[in-house]
């Protein structure tokens, strides 16, 4: 501190220390006091010397005042001192350094520089621009002082942010290109200047208002991150905080922000409109009808918003981008707000004036919003529609010259491929549908076209021209128009009327300039005759007219006459070039050598050159408004420009060229049509081949999905096939064993292991029976011999014919068994039969399975193997039969071993019976016995009473003696 | 139009890999053979439906070109969603995932969605990434994933609206924290920012949206070291 006021006071009095000096001292101490404090006292007193010594401190301190923003972060004072210094180095602008303690007031960033400046202020001003830009370049050499300058904006500190803020600000006025190109790459750069917008002090957010109207002029990228970060929402909402238009200059702020977010962005544009911030809008036009406070402010905020809405709908736009911005502008009402104010009272000339043109751009090019516009009326009494009094305005030599232009221009835009439109206006001067009661905008143009005023004869002759571009169906119509010039005398068409004043016009006493009218009325004869054929024959057929022209273009005018001239020559051209023929005395070739005799045709091109040569015509073709800085430079039309553009080439070729090349370009275009035919006719044939070929190609789509499908069946097929041959491999393999054991066991053979299991259960079967059989033969012969000593027994016995029967019966079951054993031959045979067969039907699938590969084979394979599973199946249907009759043998058996046990209960029967016999044998014996010694002791008695008796009885009696004698014999055992 | 929710996608990956076209298909759903470089960003949106919610989605195209790094690199913070983007015919967009992954989760809040898209897969014959390295990639990383083609337009709408989906589950989930009064904050997400009165069209219920998200908040009371 003593220093500091050592300094002051060496200012006061005594041997003064030079400014230098005294700054290379706090210099120092800046760089080597230890104490912070110390510091601070250094850089407080560099701040405060920093305007008087503005070179000497730039020079020397700013190094260290860089230093001291790196290394004393953690002090909010010296930063903001520090801060502070580097602003009154770097800012040129002495106002603002001024106003830097007050708060709220922002200056106007463009209007503060020059106001009341005198000529030594400019020098020192010009002086302090080359000081700023010079510490500017100095102060960014290094990038990261941006990035640290960035990084201090994150501090909350008020000391530190707002002069942070505004030490960037004047960094990005003096090098705003490097400046941007360092905070888009440094990171979150732009994100974090958009927090600066969110901050709750209310200058901290306007000076960042301020700095990111700096930071986003002409650089796209940043404006893209700007949008991105809602920048629209959050400047809306303040702008809607702060009372729309009514608000105050952070309104504007905000405009100008917004303004320079869109320009020429068609992604924030976009972007903009997706936000549905269009609408948004709408609520800022509701000026309504208190025409009490039309403030200076309140028009430049308005300005700026109709400047906004122009910028979403301009014509330089791409055509699909501004046909969706004016589509929501009408839905959402805004069109409609904007015809509000137009046809409202008590509104500032400019900001009518602003009015018409935006609503031209909104409804340019757009059907439905020029259908609106065409249906608005003007709140008169009675109600007059608003294209009639906006054309009252322009032919009006009362209204500013602006407020006239911008109505052309929105008539323009009304008419702006339009055809409907452009009917509309003609009919209102086609004499069905006059209406004498009422003004029409024909009538006005009319007026227009013919007043005493050269501004509105040209303004009228554009806005007519304008309702006939590119609409034949209207040039034609148009010429069906009458006028009455004056009682008495024939009434004239507005063709000739038009040719009238050109030729005449030295009669008329107008105000404005004479070639303002002509080249008016020449640029709408243009527009009417080019293209139309019929309306050529109509300018031609007046004899005065083509003596005329050639007069004007052969005669040597001076400078202001050109352009007249070269309209001229641009008229007859035309003539030329859609030229039917129709009039004997006009045509081509006469005119052509017309131009020849009396003009000259090189003279004749370089007179049509004129136009194009013209220094306002380049202007008029750049943008469709129709902007002049003064009146009399109103000369050219923006349609018109591209009309020549478009003629003026073809113009030149058609009067350079001979009848006889004329001649030749017709044989040419005769076999050109020709060729054209021919490629017609081949066009044609490629068209129908390209459908043959579309056809084809569907066809061939369709086939490969089906041979597709196909592929999967025989692929399917194959496996199938695989399989069946697995199947057949082991089937063989069953076979081979079959064989081998049918070598060893004699046994039979079969195609399947089921009937190899059935082959065996049958030959277990036939063994069975077979033991059986044996068995039952063995019982059969035991009961035969059985039978047989019982034969022997009862030879004599009454019984005999009983055992002859019972072996008769033997004897059938014998031949049942015979003829079942061969029915088992039989059986036997037949399965070596099956055998041999199934042999052969696998050797048969051996010699298939060898050569199959290719499909053709695999068919015969499939086939072959269709064959042998047919007869696998007839082989088991036969093995199926033979275990049928197998099961009939059995059953067969069963009825003879059934009969066996019969014939065994028989036998049974027959031995009781037997027996029987044999009890009744001894019965009869012991009778016979008995008898025999009744006969003998009768005898005897006979004998003892002297009877005679036989001998022979007597033998017969020994006989049966002995027998009975035996029977005795056994009876007494 | 009205609308409950939007969202602020961003589309990242190596330049040529059909970023543009697949903003356009979505947007416009058409596709462009020939495509200019995009130069820094471009913005596209449109309207979908989730859960009867109409949900505005605003989606900045971002230019692949290592050039345009640091420039693309702004619009991570504040994006809700992101569509990685690689080209299956081309291996070494595959190969840089890792970077501009990195890249993102640095710049960008822990909380926004990641899509992996695979574009270009009507190119079958010139396929060099397979699908299922995608999908190991996404499993591996967190991230969702499809392959798309913005040529066919296949899975082009699911690619934009799953992403939606899966964001409105995490509002749904509470993980984005819904607050009125943060608008003020300095690291204030306004991905969701309150829908628009308009005059035509009847007004959803008005959510006065800002979102937060919840570290962020924890992110701005700590000192700045």
Redesign the interface.
Known sequence: MNFFRGVMGGQAAGPQPSGAETIQKLCDRVASSTLLEDRRDAVRALKSLSKKYRMEVGTQAMEHLINILQTDRSDSEILGYALDTLYNLICNDEEEEQDESEDAVTPIPASGKHKNVSMPDEAMQKQSDDLGAQFTEQFIQDPEHITLILSLL??FDFHVRWPGVKLLTALLKNQGVQVQGII??S?????RLM?LL???REVIRNDGLLLLQQLTKSN??IQ??V????AF?RLLDIITEEGSSDGGIVVEDCLLLLLNLLKNNS??Q??FK???YI??M?PWFEVGDDNSGWSAQKVTNLHLMLQLVRVMVSPVNSPGASASCQKSMY???LLQQLCTILMATGVPADILTETINTVSEVIRGSQVNQDYFASVNAPSNPPRPAIVVLLMSMVNERQPFVLRCAVLYCFQCFLYKNQKGQGEIVATLLPSTIDANSISAGQLLCGGLFSADSLSNWCASVALAHALQDNLTQKEQLLRVQLATSLGKPPVSLLQQCTNILSQGDKIARRGSKVQTRVGLLMLLCTWINNCPIAVTHFLHNQENVPFLTAQISENLGEDERLVQGLCALLLGICIFYNDNSLENYTKDKLKQLIEKRIGKENFVEKLGFITKHELYSRAAQKPQPVFLSPEQMLFDHEFTKLVKELEGVITKAVHKSSEDEKKEEDVKKTLEQHDNIVMQYKDLIREQDTQIQELKEQVATMTSQSEQMQTTVTQQLSQIQQHKDQYNIIKLKLGKDSQSQANSQADSQVNGLQTEELSQLREDLEKLRQQHTLLQAQLSDKDALINTLRSETAEGSAASDNTEMLKELDALRSQVHSQATEIDQMKTERQELLRKAEAASSEAVSSSDGSLDAAKMAEVESRLAAQTSETERLKEESKSLSKSRVDLDQQLAAATSTAAILQTEKAQLQTEVQESKKEQDDLLMLLADQDQKIHSLKQKLKALGEPVDDEDDLDARDQTDDDEEDDDEDED | MAYAYLFKYIIIGDTGVGKSCLLLQFTDKRFQPVHDLTIGVEFGARMITIDGKQIKLQIWDTAGQESFRSITRSYYRGAAGALLVYDITRRDTFNHLTTWLEDARQHSNSNMVIMLIGNKSDLESRREVKKEEGEAFAREHGLIFMETSAKTASNVEEAFINTAKEIYEKIQEGVFDINNEVRHTSLCFSFLLKPLHSSSVPVFPLFLLSVVFQQCVWFATLPLS
């Open positions: 994150e501090e888009l790459v990171p979150m750069g732009v994100s927090d969110a901050d709750s796209a990228a893209k991150i949008a991105f970060e809602s929402e992604s924030n976009n972007f997706e936000g549905s609408q948004r709408k839905q959402c009402g």
